[in-house]
């Protein structure tokens, strides 16, 4: 029996679209067309938009051209007229002057130099795709990580599976990178996408390994 | 969220911009892709409020009072049922027209697919508020298409009336 009136459905539409359901309101739904209309609406409209999601494009590459333009304008990134040299000193610079420390050493250092020649030689020595091989560079980062996460063995659990969750996250976007590279070996953008995947690994490695040295 | 493919461009390319400018402020405290969702809609906010002449403070990212009275209780005529006349086309021009917290709420939520406790922490707001923001933002979305059938019923009207009499 429908003991509700519409203004009292009404007062509950916010529940009752959120899946909160009293058997009165059932029932007054069953019994009144108005009602059942304003839900059949406000459903489709749920619906419909739903399926706008999908149907966003992905940006195109001149926003990514722009916003390297910018931020090189910026001084946040450095653009193309570095020298690999240059390259190199900017970014050991930055991640020296963060981690000053012997914890660098072995198969870590090793990493970020063969990291940084290869690819920072890149506008030197024009890359074919198919000459570049990414698995020795990331078996040593891969190794770098392990020493990196092993001297946070003491630390703060939640901030050990922040930074797993943040090595997670630039692993994704190196693999992204990757596969960038092999799709478009003579892409300049994708490969300086990759460079930038690398060195965010290797400064997130930096401060994991400046963490565990602190403690 | 802003219906317009040169300006999400533009914003994209900002939001890009400011994740640059600030990365450096991230402490860990949410999850990265919270905060970058909370910078990314903070953009847009900030660009839909000066396009409506609204300088609201960042903080203040759901809607004012005036917005956030009860929900108009319109039944609409029995007749007009928006399920026939409902397509992405006619949504997104409604959506246009929502004020700018109710658009986020609907777009994040509706859209996009985040359950109102992720919308509370990229908006800021309490996750009640995010359900009430988003029932209001359906209610007004439903007048809205509701206005569209009307005016679509009064143009097939007015053919109609034409053709016939074209036809005396």
């Known amino acids: 029996m429908d003991t509700m009136n519409c203004n009292a459905f009404l007062d509950q539409l916010e529940q009752w679209m959120d899946g909160d359901r009293s058997a009165d309101a059932q029932s007054h739904l069953r019994a009144c067309p108005q009602c059942r209309g304003v839900v059949d609406d406000l459903e489709s409209i749920h619906q419909v938009a739903a399926s706008m999601d999908a149907a966003d494009p992905a940006p195109p590459e001149k926003i990514w051209l722009a916003l390297r333009s910018q931020l090189e304008q910026e001084g946040l990134i450095h653009g193309e007229e570095l020298t690999w040299a240059e390259a190199l000193a900017t970014w050991f610079g930055g991640v020296f002057s963060a981690v000053p420390r012997p914890a660098l050493a072995g198969a870590y250092m090793v990493a970020l130099i063969a990291v940084g020649i290869t690819i920072a030689g890149r506008s030197y020595t024009p890359i074919n795709g198919s000459q570049v091989s990414t698995q020795p560079l990331m078996a040593q980062l891969n190794t770098a990580e392990q020493d990196a996460v092993s001297s946070m063995t003491n630390s703060d659990p939640v901030v050990v599976a922040s930074l797993h969750k943040n090595l997670a996250i630039v692993d994704n976007y190196i693999a992204l990178c990757e596969k960038s590279v092999q799709e478009e070996p003579e892409s300049e953008v994708a490969r300086d996408y990759l460079y930038g995947a690398y060195q965010q690994k290797a400064e997130l490695l930096a401060q994991i390994t400046e963490r565990g040295d602190d403690r | ?168």
């Not at chain 2, 359900?131 to 809205?144: C, D, G, T």
């Open chain 2, 1 to 168: 969220m802003v219906g317009n493919t040169a300006e999400a461009e533009d914003l994209t390319q900002e939001a890009f911009l400011q994740l640059f400018r600030k990365i450096s402020t991230f402490r860990g405290e949410s999850a990265f892709s919270t905060w970058l969702h909370r910078l990314a809609v903070n953009v847009v906010l900030m660009k839909l409020r000066k396009k409506s002449g609204k300088e609201t403070s960042l903080e203040q990212v759901t809607e004012p009072d005036e917005e956030s009275g009860s929900p108009r209780r319109d039944f609409g005529a029995p007749d007009l049922k928006l399920s026939g006349s409902l397509d992405r086309v006619n949504i997104q021009r409604a959506v246009d027209q929502l004020p700018p917290g109710y658009k986020a709420v609907f777009v994040l939520h509706d859209v996009q697919g985040y359950e109102h406790n992720e919308i509370a922490e990229i908006m800021g707001c309490s996750i009640g508020n995010s359900k009430s923001q988003l029932h209001k933002a359906r209610m007004r979305l439903r007048e809205l298409l509701h206005e569209v059938v009307r005016e679509k019923a009064r143009e097939d009207r007015r053919a109609a009336e034409s053709a016939s009499s074209g036809e005396d």
